[in-house]
């Protein structure tokens, strides 16, 4: 199709030489998927049977690309491949790719024209513009159709789609992950509570500072770490009322956060808790693969970030000294003056698009489909998150207790939780410790104060252009005004300048696309 | 006129004779010579195509036959970006600063060493001072920001101790580029001496001794016999280098650069990738690489011609 | 290289013990993190955490080897690294030297045209989707060839080595020729003898080039039983990375990275083994070859 043919038995014959020295060992691989007859498809999907029996011919042939963690990864023999297979009734192919190389795989891979059945994407670029271009099959109207995709959450769902529409079936991820880390021995030290409100929380950053939180009598603390990655400031801004990057104004017209009062409101209360000191005076510098050792070390007591850094924090405090009750608690944002709000992630990480090239029908489609539908299956769940009871896991109590595994059954599971998609009745899990319980509460309930932004699903051109110069120009001026290097009146100049890069434009495609999109 | 016509083509037979004649004496060279240029023809030129793609707004999906032709649109956007002035004088004083500093410091490195006459201490010198080499820039960096930082960083200590001030060496945009070039000498010094260390193996030491009876001293001796031997190393290298000119490493400057130095941290390298993350790299970073390249060759055989007219090789 | 030092007059004494002085501060200076890397990979994850430079672990623990090695992986793709490194350095050397012999040649007849060929690739290049499909459409996808082949020959080095070439002594090959040698068996009998400093320091650049080399195993070998130490390693390391900041790539159920201690260990068992190839390779650095053959 592309006609990118090489004049190959020249090349060959020529490569042929060159190769006397070298032993190759050159693995063909290009299987021809989908030829084979579709089956007919069964309405609803049975879940209680461990191998549905119902289905009939031959399995379905499919190939997909995922990403790898892991280097060392399963094959065919793996136990938990065949049951995989067996359960979904195909013959497939894992294509994993180690994580690091995934973007240029994926591209050379769009590039050769051969894609696999199923592959794993996120929205950049070249896949927006294949999208446009008609190589994956537009899924949303049939997810209506099946029990756990069905079940997808509608703002995650607008965030994965393209112009409009749906292409993939997304790979759930917690949307309210944030949360507030305290050193639990330093509040009881100082008989303080977590922050319910900003108040409070600058409160415990300044006692944490200037209280002498672990008693020993020296001026070593000081409130938060902060590094070179912006996450923290990016989650306390919506504390305050800043909208998740886009907000709309009193007309209904969108703009970027930073153009909003409360941004403003939120820098000003970042620079006063940077003069203070509360929190590292290097931040703006600082590099973040050593963000957690100041928490760990005790020199700092609060962590702005995911929540389940909580449960990373403990146990590195717990390899230095154990204690008993966990050092770390965590909690929800505290209320600020525009209610209580927090930043969401965007609830997914990758979408199974389905290629045109390799299912021709809406038959064949609707095969697939069903074989994402039923890894969704609490079967399929326990099977591709833990592996196989009885040999890899135990299930006591309604709680999934991990083996303990040695290099070859723990090769066995590897990588296979790159499949699942989270959609549908959730599974069993780990027993939870106290402070995974703390975790999953402030999960839960930040589901209800989360704050969408607009624009996300929104495919800006202007950005593709020059977005990464514009987020560079308000990002070093916020964080210069934090460090104190501008004022006020040098942060609206770095906003005028941002319009005048073609932030402007960038403000009015947005609004375009925004009522565009509200129109559909 | 008939004459003529003969005696040319005459002359053009005999020379196609006398071609065909010294391809025959040199056969074994052009034998010796055909397992490269085949390597070059298949690896290097059949891919070569791939530079169309800087004139069209490529996506893998359709192909360079699919994807639209957008003409010089890409070099447009490039120079006529606002920023092109900021990120090609971060860029040039850059590489001055490297070609400055840090080129000339391999070559110092190895006349120090050639100068070393306990030969067990010159090893291990070698060994050592080439081990940063394999010390990938993340962990560089890493060790920068803790050595440097002013939140208890050692050599920031020392620095308050000496002088009762602080510095900020990773925040001041003032010591941005010589962090830069620190950190190269640094990592590369060592590796840069291998090189000039084997050219200084085939200066013949009876030259040394007939100095020496002769009465030169050793400045005399480095002056007339060590440089000349690695000199014509030396232009190669620095020819080499002209070609890769703009060409400052992503990585390093990547995580060097943050928002307090960001002005002078930009360069073209590093200002491709963001725009890459963005809006799919290809077109764009491939116009920028070929604006890169273009500016290299001038500057090779700029600089070949002129090595060629003081009396050196040069690389052709 | 033994001159006497008797003639050594007081200011070059000065240099001496400045020269000494400055190349220990040196060698101190780049090998002191490298001495931290390797305590630290043997120190615990409290200890690295705690203290920020150390030239001793405080209580070893061998448990960064014992997680890297928990799997006959590793060895495996050390034993690739290997295979890639010896036959890929073989291969660039025989096709960089045979070339860059022909070309020191001056009266080569095309000698300019090739040259311009090989500066003109030095700086223009296709990019990685076009080298990607010529791999393919030669059928190497998931071969060793993948990896070697397209970095047979470096430029650089190329252009260096012909340079070299082209300053040994005119008059040896000559002889050569008058003894009734083709231009082969000048090259093979007398080029090459001559040039082992040369050969040594560049089969050193290509070696140590295909042992970190990663980007291109990853993009040709799909199969992860020939990945090279290198991918495996750095697999590891990547996986520690995105813990940093990264949060909607991570899953919920994400394993616990590994700790400090692990990637420095990923890094001692990357490097040591090439830097144990330069010690041998020093000694063909260490006197003039030429002598014996030309004053013969």
């Given at each position: 199709m592309k006609g990118k043919k090489w004049p190959r038995p020249f090349v060959a014959l020529?490569?042929?030489?060159?190769?006397?020295?070298?032993?190759?060992?050159?693995?063909?691989?290009?299987?021809?998927?989908?030829?084979?007859?579709?089956?007919?498809?069964?309405?609803?999907?049975?879940?209680?049977?461990?191998?549905?029996?119902?289905?009939?011919?031959?399995?379905?042939?499919?190939?997909?690309?995922?990403?790898?963690?892991?280097?060392?990864?399963?094959?065919?023999?793996?136990?938990?491949?065949?049951?995989?297979?067996?359960?979904?009734?195909?013959?497939?192919?894992?294509?994993?790719?180690?994580?690091?190389?995934?973007?240029?795989?994926?591209?050379?891979?769009?590039?050769?024209?051969?894609?696999?059945?199923?592959?794993?994407?996120?929205?950049?670029?070249?896949?927006?513009?294949?999208?446009?271009?008609?190589?994956?099959?537009?899924?949303?109207?049939?997810?209506?159709?099946?029990?756990?995709?069905?079940?997808?959450?509608?703002?995650?769902?607008?965030?994965?789609?393209?112009?409009?529409?749906?292409?993939?079936?997304?790979?759930?991820?917690?949307?309210?992950?944030?949360?507030?880390?305290?050193?639990?021995?330093?509040?009881?030290?100082?008989?303080?509570?977590?922050?319910?409100?900003?108040?409070?929380?600058?409160?415990?950053?300044?006692?944490?500072?200037?209280?002498?939180?672990?008693?020993?009598?020296?001026?070593?603390?000081?409130?938060?770490?902060?590094?070179?990655?912006?996450?923290?400031?990016?989650?306390?801004?919506?504390?305050?009322?800043?909208?998740?990057?886009?907000g709309e104004d009193e007309n209904g017209k969108l703009i970027p956060d930073f153009m909003?009062?409360?941004?403003?409101?939120?820098?000003?209360?970042?620079?006063?808790?940077?003069?203070?000191?509360?929190?590292?005076?290097?931040?703006?510098?600082?590099?973040?693969?050593?963000?957690?050792?100041?928490?760990?070390?005790?020199?700092?007591?609060?962590?702005?970030?995911?929540?389940?850094?909580?449960?990373?924090?403990?146990?590195?405090?717990?390899?230095?000294?154990?204690?008993?009750?966990?050092?770390?608690?965590?909690?929800?944002?505290?209320?600020?003056?525009?209610?209580?709000?927090?930043?969401?992630?965007?609830?997914?990480?990758?979408?199974?698009?389905?290629?045109?090239?390799?299912?021709?029908?809406?038959?064949?489609?609707?095969?697939?489909?069903?074989?994402?539908?039923?890894?969704?299956?609490?079967?399929?769940?326990?099977?591709?998150?833990y592996g196989i009871e009885g040999r890899h896991y135990d299930l006591v109590d309604g709680y999934v207790v991990p083996r303990d595994l040695d290099a070859s059954l723990k090769k066995e599971i590897e990588g296979f939780n790159q499949l699942l998609m989270f959609l549908g009745e959730p599974e069993p899990g780990y027993e939870e410790t106290e402070i995974n319980q703390m975790i999953n509460e402030v999960w839960e309930a930040n589901e209800a104060i989360v704050v969408g932004n607009p624009a996300e699903p929104l495919v800006s051109e202007v950005y593709g252009r020059v977005g990464q110069q514009l987020d560079n120009i308000i990002g070093d001026a916020r964080i210069q005004y934090i460090v104190g290097q501008i004022n006020d009146e040098e942060f609206d100049a770095a906003i005028d300048l941002w319009m005048r890069s073609g932030g402007e434009e960038y403000i009015q495609e947005i609004n375009e696309l925004y009522e565009a999109a509200k129109a559909h | 006129?008939?004459?003529?016509?003969?005696?040319?083509?005459?002359?053009?037979?005999?020379?196609?004779?006398?071609?065909?004649?010294?391809?025959?004496?040199?056969?074994?060279?052009?034998?010796?010579?055909?397992?490269?240029?085949?390597?070059?023809?298949?690896?290097?030129?059949?891919?070569?195509?791939?530079?169309?793609?800087?004139?069209?707004?490529?996506?893998?999906?359709?192909?360079?036959?699919?994807?639209?032709?957008?003409?010089?649109?890409?070099?447009?956007?490039?120079?006529?970006?606002?920023?092109?002035?900021?990120?090609?004088?971060?860029?040039?004083?850059?590489?001055?600063?490297?070609?400055?500093?840090?080129?000339?410091?391999?070559?110092?490195?190895?006349?120090?060493?050639?100068?070393?006459?306990?030969?067990?201490?010159?090893?291990?010198?070698?060994?050592?001072?080439?081990?940063?080499?394999?010390?990938?820039?993340?962990?560089?960096?890493?060790?920068?920001?803790?050595?440097?930082?002013?939140?208890?960083?050692?050599?920031?200590?020392?620095?308050?101790?000496?002088?009762g001030q602080k510095i900020n060496f990773l925040g001041d945009p003032a010591w941005f580029r010589p962090l830069i070039i620190m950190q190269i000498m640094w990592k590369e010094t060592g590796w840069g001496t291998i090189i000039f260390l084997a050219a200084l193996s085939s200066v013949d030491v009876e030259q040394y001794e007939a100095a020496i009876v002769d009465g030169a001293t050793r400045w005399q001796r480095l002056w007339y016999i060590t440089l000349p031997a690695i000199s014509s190393t030396i232009v190669i290298l620095l020819i080499l280098r002209l070609g890769n000119f703009l060409d400052t490493g992503f990585e390093q400057i990547f995580l060097m650069t943050n928002s307090l130095n960001r002005s002078v941290a930009d360069v073209f390298d590093t200002y491709v990738y963001f725009v890459g993350i963005t809006q799919g790299a290809f077109s764009y970073s491939t116009a920028v690489g070929l604006f890169k390249s273009v500016v290299g060759i001038i500057l090779i055989y700029g600089s070949n011609y002129f090595a060629k007219k003081l009396g050196h090789e040069g690389i052709i | 290289?033994?001159?006497?030092?008797?003639?050594?007059?007081?200011?070059?004494?000065?240099?001496?013990?400045?020269?000494?002085?400055?190349?220990?501060?040196?060698?101190?200076?780049?090998?002191?993190?490298?001495?931290?890397?390797?305590?630290?990979?043997?120190?615990?994850?409290?200890?690295?955490?705690?203290?920020?430079?150390?030239?001793?672990?405080?209580?070893?623990?061998?448990?960064?080897?014992?997680?890297?090695?928990?799997?006959?992986?590793?060895?495996?793709?050390?034993?690739?690294?290997?295979?890639?490194?010896?036959?890929?350095?073989?291969?660039?050397?025989?096709?960089t030297l045979t070339m860059a012999y022909s070309l020191s040649r001056k009266d080569l007849m095309g000698r300019n045209f090739f040259m311009n060929l090989i500066i003109f690739s030095m700086l223009f290049s296709g990019g990685m989707i076009p080298g990607y499909l010529v791999v393919k459409g030669l059928g190497l996808l998931n071969s060793y060839a993948a990896v070697i082949l397209p970095g047979a020959i470096s430029a650089f080095n190329l252009i260096i080595i012909k340079n070299f070439f082209q300053n040994l002594p005119a008059g040896l090959e000559e002889a050569a020729r008058i003894d009734g040698c083709s231009d082969f068996g000048v090259f093979w009998r007398i080029v090459l003898p001559l040039s082992k400093p040369i050969i040594a320091t560049f089969g050193l650049f290509y070696a140590v080039g295909h042992w970190n080399n990663f980007f291109s195993a990853l993009l040709y070998l799909n199969d992860n039983k020939k990945w090279p130490l290198q991918v495996m390693l750095r697999e590891i390391v990547i996986l520690s990375q995105f813990a940093a900041g990264d949060m909607s790539a991570m899953d919920p159920e994400f394993v616990e990275p590994p700790d400090q201690a692990v990637k420095m260990a990923v890094i001692v068992v990357g490097t040591v083994p090439i830097l144990c190839v330069y010690p041998f390779l020093q000694k063909h650095f260490a006197k003039g070859v030429l002598l014996g053959s030309i004053k013969g």
């Open positions: 020529l490569i042929a030489a060159m190769m006397v020295i070298l032993a190759a060992c050159s693995g063909g691989s290009g299987s021809d998927a989908g030829s084979n007859p579709p089956s007919g498809h069964t309405g609803g999907t049975d879940t209680d049977s461990q191998a549905p029996s119902e289905q009939k011919g031959e399995p379905l042939k499919l190939s997909i690309m995922v990403p790898a963690f892991s280097t060392e990864l399963p094959d065919k023999s793996s136990p938990v491949w065949q049951r995989l297979e067996e359960y979904t009734h195909t013959d497939l192919e894992i294509i994993w790719t180690p994580n690091s190389s995934y973007s240029d795989k994926l591209n050379i891979t769009l590039a050769s024209g051969e894609l696999p059945t199923i592959i794993n994407v996120g929205k950049e670029p070249s896949v927006i513009s294949a999208v446009r271009n008609g190589a994956f099959w537009e899924v949303g109207p049939y997810l209506k159709d099946y029990p756990n995709l069905s079940q997808a959450n509608e703002i995650v769902l607008n965030n994965t789609s393209i112009d409009g529409k749906i292409y993939g079936v997304y790979r759930a991820r917690t949307l309210g992950r944030m949360g507030v880390t305290y050193n639990m021995v330093w509040l009881e030290n100082l008989g303080l509570e977590p922050a319910k409100t900003i108040d409070e929380f600058y409160d415990i950053l300044w006692q944490f500072t200037y209280n002498d939180p672990d008693r020993n009598g020296k001026d070593d603390t000081y409130g938060m770490t902060v590094t070179k990655y912006t996450g923290p400031w990016d989650i306390m801004q919506v504390w305050f009322g800043a909208p998740n990057k886009w909003t009062p409360e941004y403003r409101e939120a820098l000003k209360f970042f620079r006063k808790i940077y003069e203070e000191g509360l929190v590292n005076e290097d931040f703006a510098v600082m590099d973040p693969a050593v963000w957690n050792d100041p928490f760990i070390n005790g020199e700092s007591g609060v962590f702005v970030d995911v929540a389940d850094n909580a449960r990373r924090l403990n146990n590195s405090m717990q390899d230095k000294e154990p204690r008993d009750k966990p050092y770390t608690g965590v909690f929800q944002a505290p209320v600020g003056p525009k209610g209580h709000r927090d930043l969401p992630t965007s609830g997914w990480s990758g979408m199974f698009v389905i290629s045109k090239s390799k299912v021709k029908t809406e038959e064949e489609l609707r095969r697939v489909l069903e074989f994402l539908d039923r890894l969704n299956d609490v079967e399929m769940k326990l099977l591709l998150g | 006129m008939e004459t003529t016509i003969h005696t040319t083509d005459h002359m053009k037979s005999e020379q196609r004779r006398s071609r065909w004649a010294k391809f025959k004496k040199d056969l074994w060279l052009y034998i010796l010579l055909f397992p490269g240029l085949v390597y070059f023809i298949i690896f290097k030129y059949l891919p070569m195509w791939g530079v169309v793609i800087a004139f069209q707004d490529y996506s893998p999906f359709l192909g360079v036959f699919g994807s639209k032709w957008v003409g010089f649109e890409h070099f447009r956007n490039f120079f006529n970006n606002p920023d092109f002035f900021r990120l090609l004088r971060n860029t040039l004083i850059l590489a001055v600063y490297d070609l400055v500093f840090f080129f000339p410091a391999p070559i110092i490195a190895a006349l120090m060493l050639n100068e070393i006459r306990v030969g067990i201490f010159k090893r291990i010198v070698q060994t050592a001072i080439y081990v940063p080499h394999f010390i990938s820039m993340v962990i560089v960096a890493s060790m920068t920001y803790v050595f440097l930082t002013t939140n208890g960083g050692v050599i920031n200590e020392l620095v308050y101790m000496i002088t | 290289m033994n001159i006497s030092s008797k003639y050594d007059s007081f200011g070059e004494r000065v240099f001496d013990v400045f020269n000494y002085l400055f190349l220990t501060l040196f060698a101190l200076i780049t090998v002191m993190p490298f001495v931290y890397i390797i305590a630290g990979s043997f120190a615990t994850e409290v200890e690295l955490i705690e203290r920020k430079f150390f030239l001793f672990p405080r209580d070893p623990s061998f448990n960064a080897y014992k997680y890297i090695f928990s799997s006959d992986t590793i060895f495996r793709s050390i034993l690739n690294s290997v295979y890639i490194t010896v036959v890929g350095t073989m291969t660039n050397l025989a096709f």
